[in-house]
């Protein structure tokens, strides 16, 4: 596995966009085998890309990105893990070691979600009735295509097979089944809002949202993302719910 990191100074460069000296890291059995640092003097994104694709890169961690390159990247199979910063072999030292979310990695003004791990997912077949006060409402939910993180982000928001919710001040993770989208359904909006507010959930995230029905969340009170991350766990990794559309 390579990674690739853009430098300044031997820490993470501030803005992926800018970078003009990249750290190509070799990873192989949970430990660092070869490091090279390469320049890039172009400005294009697509040169960029081809520049990150012509070296084997399988993983970006950059800190600030901006949406459209990231979605170049990550069209190319390459996974992008933004918000980081700090001294780049400590950066390294610290992905080896699964502590890429600690604090002192963190780009400032970023709230990372918790890490959540597959064992911390709860599949819920009924949601609760019960509805949640707006104050009370601060899970995320993320359209997808199968009941993990690894699924696919939905790609239309009416036809995802589930909701996965995730909170963010403890990790937790659970599956909503949405029956009517595997069926091809149109659920009424009202239902819609009703139900994000009785999961819970402050923030949803997906590919697409029609106006129609982003209109009915956003007036319940539910903020709504948008972008083209390709699962679940890079939407959370990109920092999706701190986007806004």
């Given at each position: 596995m390579r990674i690739a990191l853009p430098t300044w100074r031997q820490r993470i460069s501030p803005v992926l966009d800018t970078a003009t000296l990249f750290r190509f890291v070799d990873v192989?059995?949970?430990?660092q085998t070869a490091w090279q640092e390469l320049p890039w003097n172009g400005t294009e994104h697509v040169?960029?890309?081809?520049?990150?694709?012509?070296?084997?890169?399988?993983?970006?961690?950059?800190?600030?990105?901006?949406r459209r390159l990231q979605v170049e990247i990550e069209a190319c199979g390459i996974h992008v893990l933004a918000h980081t910063c700090g001294p780049v072999d400590d950066v390294v030292a610290a992905y080896l070691q699964n502590r890429l979310t600690d604090e002192v990695f963190r780009m400032p003004g970023c709230?990372?979600?918790?890490?959540c791990t597959e064992r911390k997912i709860r599949v819920v077949e009924c949601a609760d009735t019960t509805q949640v006060g707006l104050a009370e409402r601060r899970k995320i939910a993320f359209t997808a295509d199968g009941p993990n993180l690894d699924a696919p982000l939905a790609r239309y928001f009416g036809k995802c097979a589930y909701f996965v919710v995730?909170?963010?001040?403890?990790?937790?993770?659970?599956?909503?089944?949405?029956?009517g989208g595997r069926a091809g359904e149109t659920k009424r909006r009202s239902d819609i809002a009703s139900r994000m507010a009785r999961m819970g959930v402050h923030t949803l995230v997906s590919r697409t949202i029609g106006p129609r029905v982003r209109a009915e969340l956003e007036s319940a009170r539910v903020q709504v993302v948008t972008g083209a991350w390709p699962t679940v766990r890079s939407a959370i990794d990109a920092g999706a719910p701190e986007h806004r559309d």
């Open positions: 192989e059995g949970g430990c040169g960029r890309v081809q520049f990150l694709m012509g070296f084997g890169t399988d993983i970006v961690i950059c800190c600030a990105v901006s709230r990372r979600l918790p890490d995730i909170d963010p001040d403890t990790g937790a993770c659970e599956v909503h089944a949405n029956v």
